[in-house]
């Protein structure tokens, strides 16, 4: 009775914590954002930091435009932690101590994406979640401290639970792995969202057949559901979120849960919020955090699109992750090889990037890219699901990556169009079953024979 009380009390005080956050917050502009970056900044300072980066002390936020770059450091030994989550293993394998404080932070900040989108708290809430990793933290903060009632099911169960899902509709808030939302859209029997409902994703790009799908079903219903993208990593927690209600697709509006940097290709390091317009790199981050690594790397590459949002927050968009993955696959034409799979990719015979990919899919195509480095120019082997003519390849890249179009003509780059859809489809569903956090990566480089 007594752990019953202490939860209840707990989760009053996180719902009443996040409402407030909401409400003192909703109306800031640009201006107020970055003194609370400011703020939150001072905040990060704690003994566990400084164990590890003793010269933050007396650091300003200017001082990190001239700081190194980390990779991931685990805490001291002796930081306190609430449980252990694990990264989706996409660049690498890491185990991430959640601390008390970091538990506050999430959810004041999903209160205030809910409340932002929905006016309220959710009703009836899904969430289908990878176990072990950031999407698992997310649904379940949902589900204890924001819902009246839940229903939470493991990603790669979802076919085997479409009818308890059923069963526990109609949702008003919902969250799940972006590449399940297509699989549950296909084999739900009935409506199970209520009109103006929150559809939450993340985890991996937002693809625009995925927003097509909710568009047209939204005309069919009359739905009116509210796609709302979100993005984080396992180790930074929530970054960034658009959603429909806000007019935005596939771009998202910086959270200041971080401060965050874009080192350019000339190396520089941009604040966020002074990044104009067409400001293209990595995305370098300092989240604030009872530990905080100073400009750690997350490994994405990052657009900023506008200098502001409806939230009065700068606008990026996902262009893809630099990381490599070291993968062994069969592929057709090629044989077995070795090669590291990529969001984006960017060699002096090569530049493409997984807007491309996602674009394909909006016109219904899987396709995978397998590039074979020569040297002094690459052979672009794009495998598709679907026939593609010349004159269809050539105006999707047109559209959509004219400097890959710009080395095509010039006879850098050598591409094969390959309609294999067994291959590529196998490939991307073998890819969410392995890796349901961020599927397999839609660029495949072979270099040096495949070593």
Known sequence: MASLLKRLIAKALLRWSARKFYERTRAWGRARWIRYVKESFEKIKTKWTLRNFPWLKEATIEDLRDAKVHRWI?????????YKIYSSGTTERKEVKVNREDLKTTAKWIGWIILNNLGRFPRNFLGIYASGQLSEVLTKFVAEIFADRSTLIQATRLVESIEAIEAGALYDVSFLLTPFLPILLKNITKDIFEVDAILGVGGTLLTS??????EDLNKKKGLRMNLTNIYGLTETGILAYGSFKYGMRGDMAYLPTHVGFIRTEEGKLINIFDAPKGTKGEYII??????????????????????DSPHGLPTIRIIGR??????????????????????????????????LYSEFRGEGIN???????????????????????????????????????E???????????????????????????????????????ISNGGS
Do not use: C
């Not at 300092?286 to 200098?307: G, L, W």
């Not at 070291?326 to 530049?351: C, H, Q, Y």
């Not at 309609?419 to 495949?444: A, C, T, W």
């Open 322 to 355: 630099g990381a490599r993955v070291k993968m062994e696959i069969n592929i057709p034409d090629i044989g077995e090889v070795r090669a590291w799979g990529l969001w984006f990719l960017r060699l002096p015979t090569i530049s493409i990037n997984s807007i």
């Open 74 to 82: 685990p805490p001291p030994n002796d930081y306190p932690f609430e």
């Open 209 to 214: 057949d995925i927003i097509k799908l909710v």
């Open 367 to 405: 396709a995978l890219f397998v590039v074979e480095d020569k040297g002094t120019k690459a052979i672009l082997w794009v495998y598709v699901s679907e026939k593609v003519t010349s004159e269809k390849f050539e105006l999707l890249i047109r559209r959509f990556d004219p400097i890959l179009l």
């Open 286 to 307: 300092t989240r604030f955090s009872p530990y905080a690594i100073p400009n750690y790397n997350t490994d994405d590459i990052v657009e900023v699109v506008k200098e």
């Open 407 to 445: 080395l095509i003509n010039h006879g850098i780059v050598e591409p094969r169009v390959i309609h294999n859809k067994k291959f590529v489809d196998g490939y991307y569903k073998k890819g969410i079953m392995e890796r349901p956090q961020s599927g397999y990566p839609p660029i495949l480089l």
